[in-house]
C-alpha cells in the first residue's frame, strides 16, 4: 500500500506557464482533497471530491482546476501560474467520517 | 465561517514532562476533529480523530479531547521524548462535506 503518492516533488515555474500536479490513492477512498501550505500559515482547501466525477471548490480555488475521472486520481491543474501560488500543496484522501491521509506535498515556485 | 485557533505558536518543554497542546474553534456544529503532526518539510500524519459523539481519545502516550460547548480540544502527550518535537495541527470537519479547516499549529520543541 503506497498510501497517497504525489508527483512532482519540486517545481519552478515561470509567471504565466501551467502545469499539472498529481495526485495518486490506493485505498479506494472516496474523498479527495487538494490544500496549498503557506509558510507559517494552516492549510487551506482549494478543491475536494466526495467520488468520481464529482468535484467542489475549497476556500481558495481561483486559478486552480481539477477533474476525478477515476476514484484513485485526482490531478489540480495550474493555468497561467502566478507568484501568488508559490506554495507547499498536499493532496489527502479518506473515507467518509474518517481520518484524512496525506501525501508527502509538491513544493511550487513561481518566479 | 468556522475559524481554528491553536495558542501558542511555539512551545518548549523538557524531556519526560506531560504537556497540553490547545485548539480552540468557533462553530460547535463540527463532524469531528482531527490532531495531526507534521515534521520539517514532511507532509501531515494523522495522530487522533475525535468524533463530534466523542469526549476523548487514545492512542499511546496521546490523549485528545474535545468540548463542543466550549468550542475546545485539547492534546495531551505523556512522558515528552525528542522525537515527539513537529507542529502539530488541529483541524475541523464541518457537518455534510466534511470539509476540514485548519489551525495554524504548536511547533513544538521536546529539550533533551
Known amino acids: 500500500n503506497a498510501g497517497v503518492t504525489q508527483t512532482p516533488k519540486f517545481r519552478i515555474l515561470k509567471i504565466g506557464q501551467s502545469m499539472t500536479l498529481q495526485c495518486t490513492q490506493d485505498m479506494n477512498h472516496n474523498y479527495m482533497y487538494w490544500y496549498r501550505q503557506d509558510p507559517g500559515m494552516g492549510l487551506k482547501l482549494i478543491y475536494y471530491?466526495?467520488?468520481?466525477?464529482?468535484?467542489d471548490k475549497g476556500e481558495v480555488p481561483n486559478g486552480y482546476n481539477v477533474s476525478r475521472s477515476t476514484t484513485e486520481d485526482f490531478p489540480l491543474r495550474l493555468e497561467l501560474a502566478a507568484p501568488s501560488q508559490t506554495s507547499v500543496y498536499f493532496c489527502?484522501?479518506?473515507?467518509?467520517?474518517?481520518?484524512?491521509?496525506f501525501g508527502p506535498g509538491t513544493r511550487l515556485t513561481v518566479t | 465561517k468556522q475559524e481554528v485557533t491553536q495558542i501558542p505558536a511555539a512551545l518548549s518543554v523538557p524531556e519526560g514532562e506531560n504537556l497540553v497542546l490547545n485548539c480552540s474553534f468557533t462553530?460547535?456544529?463540527?463532524?469531528?476533529l482531527q490532531w495531526f503532526r507534521q515534521d520539517p518539510g514532511k507532509g501531515l500524519t494523522s495522530l487522533l480523530l475525535?468524533?463530534?459523539?466523542?469526549r476523548e481519545q487514545t492512542s499511546g502516550r496521546l490523549n485528545a479531547s474535545l468540548d463542543k460547548s466550549s468550542g475546545r480540544s485539547t492534546l495531551y502527550i505523556a512522558a515528552s521524548q525528542p522525537g515527539d518535537s513537529a507542529t502539530y495541527l488541529c483541524a475541523a470537519a464541518n457537518f455534510g462535506n466534511e470539509k476540514l479547516t485548519f489551525g495554524t499549529g504548536t511547533r513544538l520543541t521536546i529539550i533533551p
Open positions: 471530491s466526495v467520488g468520481a466525477g464529482i468535484t
Open positions: 489527502a484522501s479518506s473515507f467518509r467520517g474518517r481520518e484524512q491521509y
Open positions: 475525535i468524533q463530534s459523539s466523542q
Open positions: 462553530d460547535s456544529a463540527i463532524y469531528n
